[in-house]
């Protein structure tokens, strides 16, 4: 009878640790889970189209530039600012981009250099208000997206500029070169896929290794190994459904490039840590010497930086440069950023939070486009899905506290 009741013990403490398990990985990755829902229901109800390889391939080349406003973007919000003015310097830049290859004639390797030192420009002088002059960023850039809109015009005397180079639209419509001339999968890709999963691999058992040494807490050997295999199945996935088509776009290696470096820095740098810091407490970062206003002075300026290369990309993928570029672009590299976790108060955010929260909003669109509902009612639901996504995560990491 009492090993009867020690078994039942036993499984219930078992039950109760995976139970537990699934619960915490739940609060941790709730807006992963919450892309995987909605890319599931959109698949059905679109019987099968969503994740069809050329439209995943539209999905990468329609929401790329979003994603990488959101990089910058959840960077400036977890200092406690923000800034409106992304979409303006983004079709300012386009229009400088157009200037310079269409009527210059300059060449695209020239004319891009140009375009990021000049969007660099952009950021140091938004920069210098808000850090320097203490101007409230909301009301700096409110500035900024009048001035640089203005200027867009100006610049374009109010016309379209078309079309690029071939060189330049490559930017965004081109796709990694292929070893093979035939047909079949796409090998450069497939390389490209398998090479990444051994990286996550390795850098994966690598961390781990460190926080053992260093005594920091380690999730449990199961979740781990599971993690790593659901991974590295969707690199698989992934991988196979892009090599099936075209291979990947090149814009997609410019994304996952910028991904990993703004990861490495904010995750694994001085300046990520005093970033961080200085948007928990200004005061007390200052105070324990961290110079808050120099960091505010270059996180702008990397903002202006993020804007010149989503510009360039947007307009090469629409193939010319127009007075209207730009619009939304801010409403939604912010709405990513907090459909990613991200907190209004400053401190709380990641890079990977913020592409997560833009992917939800580009399949939403997606899907939406694809059953045929007006853009009227995408824009009142996609509204109705920000408020809930962002409560449901707050809900979640308030229970777990």
């Given amino acids: ?48 189209v969503l994740l069809k390889p050329l439209n995943i391939t539209n999905i990468i080349l329609q929401n790329s530039y979003i994603l990488i406003l959101a990089i910058g973007m959840v960077i400036l919000i977890i200092l406690g600012d923000i800034d409106l003015s992304v979409g303006s310097i983004a079709a300012f830049i386009g229009a400088l981009s157009a200037i310079f290859t269409i009527k210059m004639g300059m060449s695209t390797p020239l004319a891009i250099v140009l375009c990021l030192l000049i969007g660099i420009a952009i950021g140091a002088f938004q920069g210098f208000w808000v850090a320097f002059v203490k101007v409230p ?19 374009l005397d109010g016309k379209s500029l078309a079309p690029f180079p071939g060189s330049f639209q490559q930017i ?14 796409h090998l450069v890709s497939l390389i490209v896929g398998i090479i990444t999963a051994c990286l996550f691999v390795w850098f994966s058992f690598r961390n781990r290794q460190k926080k053992a040494t260093y005594g920091f807490p380690l999730e449990s050997k199961a979740l781990f190994y599971t993690k790593i295999v659901l991974v590295i199945a969707m690199l698989g996935w992934f991988t196979y459904i892009m090599a099936s088509y075209e291979g990947f776009p090149n814009v997609l290696i410019i994304l996952a490039v910028l991904i990993m470096v703004y990861r ?35 996180m702008f300026m990397n ?12 307009s090469a993928r629409l193939n010319a440069a127009t007075a209207t570029a730009g619009n939304g672009f801010e409403l939604d590299a912010i709405a990513a950023c907090y459909i990613g976790g991200a907190s209004a108060y400053g401190g709380v955010g990641t890079v990977l939070g ?18 045929g509902i007006g853009v009227d009612w995408q824009q009142a639901i996609k509204g109705m899905v920000l408020l809930l996504a962002v409560a449901f995560d707050i809900y979640n990491k308030n229970k777990g506290k």
């Fill in 172 to 185: 965004s419509s081109g796709f990694l070169p292929d070893i093979s001339s035939g047909g079949g999968l």
């Fill in 303 to 314: 903002m202006g930086l993020l804007s010149s290369i989503a510009g360039i990309i947007f």
């Fill in 264 to 298: 490495f820095v904010t995750n694994k740098t001085t300046v990520g840590r005093y970033v961080y810091a200085t948007g928990g407490n200004e005061k007390a970062a200052a105070l324990s010497g961290i110079k808050t206003k120099q960091i505010k002075f270059i």
């Fill in 354 to 371: 913020a592409i997560i929260g833009g992917l939800v909003m580009g399949v939403l669109n997606n899907g939406m486009s694809l059953m």
């Fill in 1 to 48: 009878m009492e090993l009867k009741q020690e078994k039942k013990v036993n499984t219930n403490q078992k039950l109760d640790g995976i139970l537990g398990i699934l619960k915490g990985s739940f609060q941790k990755y709730s807006m992963y889970f919450f892309l995987a829902i909605i890319m599931i229901a959109f698949q059905i109800m679109t019987d099968g």
């Fill in 137 to 155: 960023a909301f009301i700096a850039t409110l500035a900024g997206m009048l001035i640089f809109r203005g200027l867009t015009i100006v610049a």
